[in-house]
C-alpha cells in the first residue's frame, strides 16, 4: 500500500508545492471580491458534478472488482451513458435559467458564466470516470503526471490570460477549463485502446445491472448532495450576508487549506482502490484496516497542529489583502483532518451496502451548519463561518465513526483519538482570536499526541530499524 500509495502521491506533493507558489501568487493579483466569485463558480460546478454523475461514479468503484477484469472496460462505457444523459439535461435547464442562476455565482446577469459551468460540467463528466478508471487500475505514476501536467497547465494559463481578461474571476475560470481540456485530451489519448477499442463481448456480458449500481449509488448522490449544502452553504451565506470581499478573505484560508486536503484525496484514490480489494479478498483482515486507520490518525493530527502552529506565516503569503485569513484558518484545518480520518472508520457502511446512511449523516451535518453560520457569520463574519464550518466537521467524523464502525468494526482504540481531537478542536479555537503563545501550545500538543499514540509509533521505528539492519 506504500509503495501505491507513493506513486499516487509524488504528484500531489508536486501539486501541493506548486500550490504554496500559485495560492500566494492568484492573492495577490486577484483581488478578495474576484476571488469570492470564483470561489462560487467552483461550488456551483461541484455541485452540478455530483447531480450529474448521480451515485454511478461511486457504484463503478464498488463494482470494479466485483467484475470480471475482462469486462471492465465495458463497466465504464455503461457507467458514462447515464451520466451524459442527465448532463444534457442539466445543460438545458441551466440555459433557460440563466439569469437567477449568474446572479447567484457572480452578482450579475450573465449568460457567458452559465455557457462556462456547461462547458466546466461536460469536461468533468469524463474526467471523473476516466480518472477513476486509472485509481481503480492503481496507475499511480500516470495518475501523478495528469495532476503534475494539469496544475503547470493552470498557473501558465493564468500568466498568459491576466494580460487578455484581466485581473478577475474569468481569469481563473478560464485557466481551469483549459486545464481541464488538456487533462481529458490526454487521458483519451493515452487510454483510446481501452476505452473505445470494439469487443466482441456484448454488454449484456457486463455482471453488473444498472439496477444494482442505481440500489447502491442512488443514496450516495443524495449524500453527496447534501453534503455539498453541508461544505458550500458557508461560502452562500457569507456572500449573501457580507459580501463577496468576506468570502474572499474566508475562500483564500481555505485555498491553503485544501492544500492539505490534497493529500487527503490522494490518500482517499489509493484507500477506496485497496480498501475494496482487500475486504473482497479476506473480510477477516481486520489488522490490515486497524493499521491504516492508525497510520493516518497520527499522521493527520500532526499535520493539522503544525497548520496551525504556522497559520499566521502560511496565511502572510496570500498578501495583506487576506491576513484578516490567520483567524479563519484554524478552524478551517479540522476539516481535512478529520475527513482523511473518517474515511478508515466509516468503511463498514460502504463494505456493507448500507450506504443510505450517509444520508442521514450529511443531513445532520448540514442542519448544524446551516444553523451554525446563521447564527456566527452576523456576528464574526467569516471567522463566524469557518467555527461553524469547522464545528460541524466534529459532528460528520463522529457519526461516520460510530455508524461504521457497527457495521465493520476495526478495533479503534478510543482512549486515544477521543484526547486527540480534544487537542486539536481547543488548539483551533484559541488560535481564532489569540497569536502569544501560539508555539509553546502547539509543541506542547504534539507531544501529547506522540505519547498518545506512543505503542503504534515504536512499531514503526522497530520496523524501520529491522528493515535497515535487513538492507545493511
Not at 463561518?385 to 464545528?391: K, L, V
Amino acid at each position: 500500500m506504500l509503495k501505491k500509495l507513493l506513486s499516487f502521491g509524488y504528484g500531489s506533493i508536486f501539486t501541493m508545492i506548486l500550490g504554496f507558489i500559485s495560492s500566494p501568487l492568484i492573492t495577490r493579483i486577484i483581488e478578495p471580491e474576484e476571488f469570492g466569485k470564483f470561489s462560487m463558480f467552483n461550488s456551483i460546478t461541484s455541485l452540478a458534478s455530483i447531480l450529474i454523475a448521480c451515485g454511478i461514479d461511486q457504484a463503478y468503484i464498488r463494482f470494479y472488482y466485483i467484475e470480471k477484469e475482462e469486462n471492465r472496460d465495458l463497466l465504464l462505457k455503461k457507467s458514462l451513458i447515464v451520466p451524459i444523459f442527465i448532463n444534457i439535461l442539466l445543460s438545458i435547464i441551466l440555459l433557460l435559467c440563466y439569469k437567477p442562476l449568474s446572479f447567484i455565482i457572480i452578482g450579475r446577469q450573465s449568460i457567458r458564466i452559465i455557457l462556462l459551468v456547461i462547458l466546466q460540467n461536460t469536461l468533468n463528466v469524463f474526467s471523473k470516470f476516466l480518472l477513476i478508471n486509472i485509481r481503480m487500475q492503481q496507475k499511480g505514476n500516470l495518475y501523478s503526471l495528469l495532476q503534475i501536467i494539469g496544475k503547470i497547465v493552470y498557473l501558465v494559463s493564468i500568466i498568459f490570460l491576466i494580460s487578455i481578461v484581466g485581473k478577475n474571476y474569468k481569469c481563473l475560470v478560464y485557466a481551469i477549463i483549459i486545464s481541464n481540456i488538456i487533462i481529458l485530451m490526454l487521458m483519451i489519448i493515452n487510454n483510446k485502446n481501452l476505452y473505445f477499442r470494439k469487443s466482441s463481448n456484448s454488454r449484456q456480458s457486463v455482471q453488473t445491472s444498472y439496477s444494482e449500481m442505481f440500489k447502491y449509488g442512488y443514496p450516495l448522490v443524495l449524500a453527496l448532495s447534501i453534503s455539498w449544502i453541508f461544505q458550500s452553504s458557508d461560502k452562500i451565506l457569507i456572500s449573501k450576508l457580507v459580501g463577496y470581499n468576506e468570502l474572499g478573505i474566508y475562500s483564500g484560508a481555505y485555498s491553503i487549506v485544501s492544500l492539505l486536503t490534497i493529500l487527503q484525496g490522494t490518500f482517499v484514490t489509493v484507500w477506496t482502490a485497496i480498501a475494496n480489494q482487500k475486504y473482497e479478498e479476506n473480510k477477516e483482515n481486520i489488522l490490515f484496516f486497524n493499521k491504516v486507520y492508525c497510520n493516518v490518525a497520527i499522521i493527520m493530527f500532526l499535520l493539522g497542529i503544525l497548520m496551525v502552529m504556522f497559520k499566521n506565516v502560511i496565511i502572510y503569503f496570500l498578501g495583506s489583502s487576506y491576513s484578516k485569513g490567520s483567524y479563519v484558518f484554524p478552524f478551517l484545518v479540522l476539516m481535512p483532518v478529520l475527513i482523511t480520518i473518517s474515511e478508515t472508520t466509516v468503511i463498514g457502511i460502504n463494505f456493507t451496502k448500507n450506504t443510505k446512511y450517509h444520508i442521514f449523516i450529511s443531513i445532520y451535518s448540514a442542519i448544524f451548519n446551516i444553523v451554525g453560520n446563521l447564527f456566527m457569520i452576523p456576528i464574526l463574519g467569516a471567522k463566524g463561518a469557518a467555527i461553524s464550518t469547522g464545528t460541524s466537521y466534529v459532528l460528520y467524523f463522529i457519526l461516520r465513526t460510530i455508524i461504521g464502525q457497527k457495521y465493520y468494526n476495526i478495533n479503534i482504540n478510543y482512549k486515544s483519538l477521543i484526547p486527540s481531537i480534544i487537542c486539536i478542536i481547543l488548539y483551533a479555537s484559541y488560535a481564532t482570536f489569540f497569536d502569544s503563545y501560539l508555539y509553546i501550545i502547539g509543541f506542547i500538543l504534539l507531544f501529547i499526541i506522540i505519547l498518545l499514540y506512543k505503542s503504534n509509533i515504536n512499531a514503526y521505528l522497530n520496523c524501520l530499524n529491522h528493515i535497515i539492519k535487513k538492507e545493511g
